[in-house]
Nanobody, 122 residues
Framework: QVQLVESGGGSVQAGGSLRLSCTASGYTSCMGWFRQAPGKEREGVATITRVGYITYEDSVKGRFTIFKDNAKNTLYLQMNSLKPEDTAMYYC???????????????????WGQGTQVTVSS
């Protein structure tokens, strides 16, 4: 069993930045960030595989950066140039499967954090 603890959410004005962190209690292979806005389905934002292959959702490309510190078992999401449409609850997700694909199929991720709220005002 792996526990994921997120931090770093908050309220910022459009154009601002936030960095989300997700610390895992044990080994993980693929990890990712997902978000859910009010009234919408949860969607993938960015993922990273065990070997460092990264994917980004089109609307965040060039603004968000996902990276991982393996020594600290911590996943990060650096969010720059934030827009009001980025407002959502952000969730960290992880799996321990060796051959994970690292995409946006939520069923691939066995472990989920409790979520951290990001609010961007115009």
């Amino acid at each position: 069993q792996v526990q994921l603890v997120e931090s770093g959410g908050g309220s910022v004005q459009a154009g601002g930045s936030l960095r989300l962190s997700c610390t895992a209690s044990g080994y993980t292979s693929c990890m990712g960030w997902f978000r859910q806005a009010p009234g919408k389905e949860r969607e993938g934002v960015a993922t990273i595989t065990r070997v460092g292959y990264i994917t980004y959702e089109d609307s965040v490309k060039g603004r968000f950066t996902i990276f991982k510190d393996n020594a600290k078992n911590t996943l990060y999401l650096q969010m720059n140039s934030l827009k009001p449409e980025d407002t959502a609850m952000y969730y960290c997700a992880a799996t321990r499967e060796f051959f994970c694909r690292g995409g946006y199929s939520q069923s691939e991720y066995k472990y989920w954090g409790q979520g951290t709220q990001v609010t961007v005002s115009s």
